[in-house]
């Protein structure tokens, strides 16, 4: 679960008084948990704004109101305050908060997206290239949509079975196929 500092709760604390609302909170969330995308946010709770399921941790002199869906996400996140000679600086480092939450009975389409995010389209990126997961055919086909440098390219073949396929094939015993449904003719930003 989250960890607000002691230097964090004292600002979060100021901030909430200047608010002049009695019951201000703030509510910790992530936004496109478990993706590239996944931003870690905190905002004002006014009463009333928090959610029924929220989890609701007391600090002193405030509460944080904790959205449950982010919470697997937000595994050793922490929240920290740093002076500084402009005043200072609010941080939140969520290192899990990117990364699906997975295991062998997590649903096939997480265990096929983490492998994606995390070990193929890194390699992609330095094409400018990525790949995204369209669908799953018949639970054991992975159908696929390359992005970036990868669409037209002229080694995509290559790339989708010496590369991607192998990785999906070999660390997912269930798929038995990946396929390729990307519009490769056009070549625009194709990396060869």
Same mark, same amino acid.
């Given at each position: 679960?989250?960890?607000?500092?002691?230097?964090?709760? #004292?600002?979060?604390?100021?901030?909430?008084?200047?608010?002049? +609302?009695?019951?201000?909170?703030?509510?910790?969330?992530?936004? #496109?948990?478990?993706?590239?995308?996944? &931003?870690?946010?905190? @905002?004002? +709770?006014?009463?009333?704004?928090?959610?029924?399921?929220?989890?609701?941790?007391?600090?002193?002199?405030?509460?944080?109101?904790?959205?449950?869906? @982010?919470?697997?996400?937000?595994?050793?996140?922490?929240?920290?305050?740093?002076?500084? @000679?402009?005043?200072?600086?609010?941080?939140?480092?969520?290192?899990?908060?990117?990364?699906?939450?997975?295991?062998?009975? @997590?649903?096939?389409?997480?265990?096929?997206?983490?492998?994606?995010?995390?070990?193929?389209?890194?390699?992609?990126?330095?094409?400018?290239?990525?790949?995204?997961? &369209?669908?799953?055919?018949? #639970?054991?086909?992975?159908?696929?949509?390359?992005?970036?440098? +990868?669409?037209?390219?002229?080694?995509?073949?290559?790339?989708?079975?010496?590369?991607?396929?192998?990785?999906?094939?070999?660390?997912?015993?269930?798929?038995?196929?990946?396929?390729?449904?990307?519009?490769?003719?056009?070549? &625009?930003?194709?990396?060869?």
């Amino acid at each position: 679960m989250v960890t607000i500092t002691e230097s964090a709760q #004292d600002y979060l604390k100021q901030l909430l008084d200047k608010q002049n +609302c009695e019951g201000i909170a703030v509510r910790i969330f992530i936004l #496109d948990a478990g993706t590239p995308k996944a &931003e870690t946010c905190i @905002s004002f +709770c006014r009463p009333g704004e928090e959610k029924d399921d929220d989890e609701v941790k007391q600090y002193d002199g405030f509460k944080a109101f904790i959205d449950v869906p @982010s919470i697997p996400f937000l595994e050793e996140a922490v929240v920290d305050f740093a002076k500084d @000679s402009m005043g200072g600086q609010l941080t939140i480092k969520a290192p899990n908060s990117r990364l699906p939450k997975i295991n062998e009975d @997590s649903p096939l389409e997480d265990r096929i997206n983490y492998i994606l995010y995390n070990e193929i389209n890194p390699g992609l990126a330095a094409h400018g290239g990525m790949v995204t997961l &369209e669908e799953i055919h018949e #639970d054991t086909v992975a159908v696929l949509r390359f992005g970036g440098g +990868c669409q037209g390219c002229g080694m995509v073949d290559v790339t989708l079975k010496e590369g991607v396929e192998k990785t999906l094939l070999g660390q997912i015993p269930q798929l038995t196929e990946v396929r390729d449904v990307t519009d490769h003719s056009n070549r &625009e930003n194709a990396y060869y």
